[in-house]
């Protein structure tokens, strides 16, 4: 994430800042980056890492506001031309080095349909344009689920929110800081915080209502509108910093209490998952609530000993590098090898820092200094190390300039545009054959191998699936209706033959919470038959109380669920809750899908959820066996 320059502390008129503040906000810095890794490597490490982003958001907020506060008490004028070329200076050399990255691994991957590229043409557009956040809501993208290949600028949305902020927030300050003038300079500050922290409620509440809709997480989640509290409540934090300092000359003893606890509770919602609905009830709000009490507790006391441990301070200063390498390089090695070991996790981990630091000195600071010297102003001290790499003059910052900027035209033009990957194209041959069998226009009762979707790749590995013949066989489904979201629609051909009369209900991000309703919308047009498969948990997590509402619309009627298989953080509550279930009511069925793909991986798309080839056959095959394994 952006690391804003570092403004001095309030009430000074150095151009220096102090060593505990500023080694606190790195120090928190750290950690936030160090959560979001974690929760992108692994979800299942660290369920609320995604947070480190509201996190940064905060500290953004709070950086970029105190710094325009200060320069415009000193010269007592906000100059907004050099404010956004230091931004400009500041995010673009980096982000232009990862686009280029990025687009030449897409092209050099893409000869083996690994899907690496799929659509980084319009996501380097939009990143350059800094509109990704929005992009992907136009997208429907979903943050926290994937269909296939993860796209590998995706985490950018989150710059774009800044960079969106970066131009409104000064400008208003520019406006509204000149009314400030001796005594009323503290009650234009008042007003100011009070604006951003009318904005910052705003934003939560329209977070709260955007989440609490069954398909509106992934728009609360993206939205400039909806994730901009914790950006807002830093910036009312910084405009009452003046106040809050005061305070802390009078009541030295409320910092520590104050800081400490505000870690306590992120570190709490470190592990708290994106499916909790607590998250989009008041969890983002106590979560901005923590962030802004660390960030003036910092600067207005002092940061807790933890946030000045030397390795943090190191890793925050380099925090935006990481977050900007971090996500490519783990999506690349998911691409490359799907089935993941330890050391590709370790190689995830720990390979975005080297490049981090390597980007930032070798072009970063390096090409900052020398614009800084062309245009004969002092460089950001947030930019540059005590004696500055002196790898390029004035006179030559031309060409690596010009070379930057043919990197990002070459980013666009290598990227390659949308196009569904093999996945996506299973899925979307599945539903043809859906609405054909609906239309009556398939024969799925035809026996034999169904054909194998475009662009799906043969089995690799050791593991294989069990062939039909040598397990469970054809089993009568007339007289069963399944309900299913993508894992499902993409097996339904071999759903069909293995289980000939099925009544397949399958749908793209469908959730549990959906289930009781379609249930009873089956029974009114008496299309609900005596057993009833649910094969949903791969989209969000449910409660046993999902489970017994279905169980009260579908009455005597036998029920089937299904245990979930994937990298998503829900996965083990999913499974847990289905197992309960299953113990508690043993007349309900269970088809145990996570563990008969437990030793056939390979047989999986890249996202690791979906079967592909071979595995729908076993994810039909496993049904098929359950089903015959009680009587009915």
Request: glycine fraction near 8%.
């Amino acid at each position: 994430m952006p690391v804003p320059e570092r403004p001095a502390p309030a009430g000074s008129s150095s151009g220096s800042s102090p060593r505990a503040r500023l080694a606190g906000l790195d120090g928190l810095r750290a950690l936030a980056v160090a959560a979001v890794v974690a929760y992108h490597v692994r979800p299942g490490w660290l369920p609320g890492g995604y947070l480190g982003v509201d996190v940064f958001f905060g500290i953004s907020g709070f950086l970029i506001t105190h710094l325009l506060v200060t320069e415009h008490r000193e010269h007592g004028h906000i100059a907004l031309a050099g404010f956004w070329r230091r931004r400009a200076v500041r995010l673009l050399l980096e982000l232009l080095l990862v686009l280029a990255a990025c687009a030449t691994a897409a092209r050099l991957t893409a000869p083996g349909d690994s899907g690496l590229g799929d659509g980084l043409r319009g996501d380097t557009l939009a990143s350059l344009a800094f509109v990704n956040n929005w992009w992907q809501i136009h997208q429907d993208a979903d943050y926290f689920h994937h269909l296939g290949i993860p796209p590998l600028l995706q985490h950018l949305w989150s710059l774009s929110v800044e960079e969106q902020f970066y131009l409104l927030w000064p400008l208003l300050l520019a406006v509204l800081l000149p009314l400030a003038h001796g005594r009323h300079s503290a009650r234009v500050a008042a007003c100011l915080a009070g604006l951003a922290t009318c904005g910052a409620v705003a934003s939560l509440w329209r977070m709260h209502t955007l989440g609490g809709r069954p398909f509106g997480v992934s728009r609360a989640y993206f939205g400039t509108d909806s994730h901009s509290g914790a950006l807002l409540a830093g910036c009312a934090a910084a405009l009452l910093l003046p106040t809050l300092t005061r305070l802390a000359r009078h009541r030295p003893v409320l910092g520590p209490p104050l800081t400490w606890f505000a870690l306590a509770v992120l570190a709490a919602f470190a592990t708290i998952g994106p499916d909790d609905h607590v998250m989009y009830g008041w969890g983002f709000a106590a979560v901005t609530a923590a962030t802004t009490t660390l960030c003036a507790g910092c600067a207005a006391w002092a940061p807790p000993g933890l946030l000045e441990a030397a390795p943090l301070r190191m890793v925050g200063r380099h925090s935006y590098g990481l977050y900007l390498w971090h996500w490519p390089v783990i999506v690349t090695t998911t691409a490359l090898w799907p089935t993941q070991g330890a050391l590709e996790r370790t190689v995830e981990l720990l390979a975005p820092l080297p490049l981090a630091v390597a980007g930032q000195r070798l072009v970063q600071r390096p090409l900052a200094a020398a614009i800084s010297r062309r245009s004969n102003r002092p460089t950001p001290t947030a930019n540059l190390p005590a004696q500055p790499l002196r790898l390029l003059s004035a006179r030559n910052a031309v060409l690596p300039v010009a070379a930057t900027a043919l990197a990002a035209l070459s980013a666009v033009a290598l990227s390659p545009s949308t196009a569904p990957n093999a996945m996506q194209r299973q899925l979307e041959e599945a539903a043809r054959h859906e609405a054909a069998l609906t239309a009556g226009a398939g024969h799925p009762h035809a026996a034999g191998t169904p054909t194998a979707s475009p662009g799906t790749p043969p089995s690799t590995g050791t593991g294989s699936a069990p062939s039909p013949h040598r397990a469970a066989g054809v089993v009568n489904g007339s007289d069963v209706t399944m309900i299913g979201d993508s894992v499902t629609l993409g097996s339904a051909p071999d759903l069909h033959r293995l289980l000939p009369g099925i009544s397949l209900n399958a749908e793209v991000g469908r959730m549990m919470e959906s289930a009781p309703n379609l249930c009873r919308q089956l029974l009114a047009d008496h299309q609900l038959r005596g057993t009833v498969v649910l094969a949903l948990g791969t989209n969000a997590n449910f409660a046993p109380e999902d489970l017994e509402h279905v169980r009260a619309t579908v009455g005597a009627r036998r029920l089937v669920l299904t245990t979930v298989r994937g990298p998503f953080p829900w996965q083990d509550s999913v499974n847990s809750v289905v197992r309960a279930y299953h113990r508690h009511h043993p007349e309900v069925l269970l088809d145990d899908w996570y563990t008969t793909v437990e030793p056939h991986q390979d047989l999986l798309w890249i996202d690791q959820t979906h079967p592909r080839g071979a595995g729908t056959t076993l994810f039909a095959t496993s049904l098929a066996a359950t089903l015959t394994a009680s009587p009915s």
